[in-house]
């Protein structure tokens, strides 16, 4: 089951955090809902970012999830926790019960609707027949309005079954409705979408990322070299909707995009709390905790050595995607399209108990390091703004990822082949009111 996480970053192997003693610490029996909260305590002493700010004497009773809530810094939108002998403590998200995502939009008369904006390959919605592009009048039987729409999204993830009434827009219009339902199901791992677009013998490579699972360099590889084989001149890659994952494959993509680095060049700075310091990496370094994948000299056998990249961005643009944009940038220019992107500029392990057997079956997914680029830049918890504001949902119906006359790729093409691309942002556009929430989004990745 595909499910999301905040970055996944194996910098250490934990086995099982070791106590960190305090003169007073209180000791519970084994098995004990206390026991269980004060190995989360002393693990987020450890590794939390935020650790000084943590309470001195937190109440160890509590519910194990209120407890370890109870102990996140106010400014945390990403730390979680779950039980992994407990589904009931997983997140849910649109995207991994059913495989689909959507916006609430605000048409130009005032009229709400939701348009279908990601369908996962081979997910339960795929299946039903729904679409990208799609109108959803209907939760449930229940007409989607300004006043309702709250409520009624709210109701998707708390059921195992969703019917929805979509259509398609035909000039203002909503025509071939028909009704779906969707049961819940499994969504495994997305493919890279890439095709290359030739305009006057000039050739742009198009790349659509979903997320960054680890060991990715194999893929990387193969479409790179597709790309450098046709001779592509230009790169336009699309992290609209990834919501990040293995830092150590976002720095495999970046490995094979910009000219003269090396596998000894800086890529990122890590900084943690009085215990995890500052770290270092090279490219090199890096792409090196992939173990097995491809290393730094083969995925830069394919490097494309450009000076110059078109990423495509919205605020579903988080964590390694972020990563890429902003490591990017000490090496070329980066042309942002797009929106404004989550602005997780932070990094984190999974801390477990691996003791055999263990003892504990909660899994903390903390916020430890933030991170910086080779020039020692970042700090984008507001996210990073685009050189080009372009809202998507300005054209209705939207068209297929990696369709030339898309809204955002179309903008990115029209700059390359130095065409005039009108202002997709008038008032007249729909104005997106509401994106499912992406905070459940950073809970889990397997």
Same mark, same amino acid.
């Given at each position: 089951?595909?499910?999301?996480?905040?970055?996944?970053?194996?910098?250490?192997?934990?086995?099982? @955090?070791?106590?960190?003693?305090?003169?007073?610490?209180?000791?519970?029996?084994?098995?004990?809902?206390?026991?269980?909260?004060?190995?989360?305590?002393?693990?987020? /002493?450890?590794?939390?970012?935020?650790?000084?700010?943590?309470?001195?004497?937190?109440? !160890?009773?509590?519910?194990? /999830?209120?407890?370890?809530?109870?102990?996140?810094?106010?400014?945390?939108?990403?730390?979680?926790?779950?039980?992994?002998?407990?589904?009931?403590?997983?997140?849910?998200?649109?995207?991994?019960?059913?495989?689909?995502?959507?916006?609430?939009?605000?048409?130009?008369?005032?009229?709400?609707?939701?348009?279908?904006?990601?369908?996962?390959?081979?997910?339960?919605?795929?299946?039903?027949?729904?679409?990208?592009?799609?109108?959803? +009048?209907?939760?449930?039987?229940?007409?989607?309005?300004?006043? =309702?729409?709250?409520?009624?999204?709210?109701?998707?993830?708390?059921?195992?079954?969703?019917?929805?009434?979509?259509?398609?827009?035909? =000039?203002?219009?909503?025509?071939?409705?028909?009704?779906?339902?969707?049961?819940?199901?499994?969504?495994?791992?997305?493919?890279?979408?890439?095709?290359?677009?030739?305009?006057?013998?000039?050739?742009?490579?198009?790349?659509?990322? !979903?997320?960054?699972?680890?060991?990715?360099?194999?893929?990387?590889?193969?479409?790179?070299?597709?790309?450098?084989?046709?001779?592509?001149?230009?790169?336009?890659?699309?992290?609209?909707?990834?919501?990040?994952?293995?830092?150590?494959?976002?720095?495999?993509? @970046?490995?094979?995009?910009?000219?003269?680095?090396?596998?000894?060049?800086?890529?990122?700075?890590?900084?943690?709390?009085?215990?995890?310091?500052?770290?270092?990496?090279?490219?090199?370094?890096?792409?090196?905790?992939?173990?097995?994948?491809?290393?730094?000299?083969?995925?830069?056998?394919?490097?494309?050595?450009?000076?110059?990249?078109?990423?495509? +961005?919205?605020?579903?643009?988080?964590?390694?995607?972020?990563?890429?944009?902003?490591?990017?940038?000490?090496?070329?220019?980066?042309?942002?399209?797009?929106?404004? +992107?989550?602005? %997780?500029?932070?990094?984190?392990?999974?801390?477990?108990? /691996?003791?055999?057997?263990?003892?504990?079956?909660?899994?903390?997914?903390?916020?430890?390091?933030?991170?910086?680029?080779?020039?020692?830049?970042?700090?984008?918890?507001?996210?990073?703004?685009?050189?080009?504001?372009?809202?998507?949902?300005?054209?209705?119906?939207?068209?297929?990822?990696?369709?030339?006359?898309? +809204?955002?790729?179309?903008?990115?093409?029209?700059?390359?082949?130095? /065409?005039?691309?009108?202002?997709?942002?008038?008032?007249?556009?729909?104005?997106?009111?509401?994106?499912?929430?992406?905070?459940?989004?950073?809970?889990?990745? %397997?």
């Amino acid at each position: 089951m595909r499910i999301f996480l905040i970055i996944m970053f194996a910098f250490f192997s934990i086995a099982s @955090c070791n106590r960190v003693e305090d003169e007073g610490t209180p000791n519970f029996p084994d098995g004990s809902t206390e026991a269980t909260n004060l190995w989360v305590q002393d693990s987020m /002493k450890r590794y939390y970012y935020w650790a000084a700010h943590m309470p001195l004497k937190p109440n !160890y009773s509590l519910p194990t /999830k209120d407890f370890f809530k109870s102990l996140l810094y106010s400014g945390d939108r990403f730390s979680s926790i779950l039980d992994k002998n407990n589904s009931s403590t997983y997140p849910k998200t649109v995207r991994s019960i059913y495989g689909f995502d959507y916006a609430v939009i605000q048409l130009a008369d005032g009229k709400v609707t939701a348009v279908i904006k990601l369908v996962l390959k081979n997910s339960p919605a795929q299946n039903m027949g729904l679409q990208r592009g799609m109108i959803m +009048t209907k939760i449930n039987g229940t007409a989607i309005t300004s006043s =309702n729409f709250n409520q009624l999204i709210s109701t998707i993830i708390n059921s195992t079954a969703l019917n929805l009434s979509v259509g398609n827009w035909d =000039n203002g219009n909503i025509i071939n409705e028909q009704n779906i339902t969707i049961q819940s199901g499994f969504t495994f791992d997305q493919p890279l979408v890439s095709k290359i677009i030739e305009t006057n013998g000039k050739k742009t490579g198009y790349l659509y990322i !979903y997320d960054f699972p680890d060991n990715m360099g194999q893929i990387l590889l193969q479409k790179f070299s597709e790309f450098k084989i046709a001779g592509v001149q230009d790169l336009v890659l699309d992290l609209r909707y990834n919501y990040g994952g293995s830092v150590a494959s976002a720095a495999a993509l @970046c490995a094979m995009i910009p000219s003269g680095i090396s596998g000894s060049t800086p890529f990122i700075i890590y900084k943690g709390n009085k215990n995890g310091g500052e770290v270092k990496m090279t490219f090199a370094q890096q792409i090196a905790y992939n173990k097995g994948a491809p290393g730094f000299n083969v995925l830069y056998s394919n490097n494309l050595g450009l000076s110059k990249i078109y990423i495509l +961005t919205s605020d579903s643009s988080a964590s390694a995607s972020e990563i890429v944009i902003n490591n990017l940038k000490p090496f070329m220019e980066v042309i942002q399209i797009g929106g404004t +992107t989550l602005g %997780k500029d932070m990094a984190g392990f999974i801390i477990e108990d /691996k003791r055999n057997p263990p003892k504990i079956s909660w899994q903390i997914h903390p916020i430890i390091y933030k991170v910086y680029n080779a020039n020692a830049e970042g700090e984008y918890s507001m996210g990073i703004a685009p050189s080009v504001f372009v809202n998507e949902f300005s054209n209705l119906p939207i068209l297929p990822l990696g369709d030339p006359n898309e +809204t955002l790729l179309s903008t990115a093409l029209n700059k390359i082949f130095s /065409k005039y691309s009108a202002s997709s942002n008038s008032n007249n556009s729909p104005k997106v009111i509401w994106q499912s929430d992406w905070q459940q989004q950073f809970s889990l990745k %397997k």
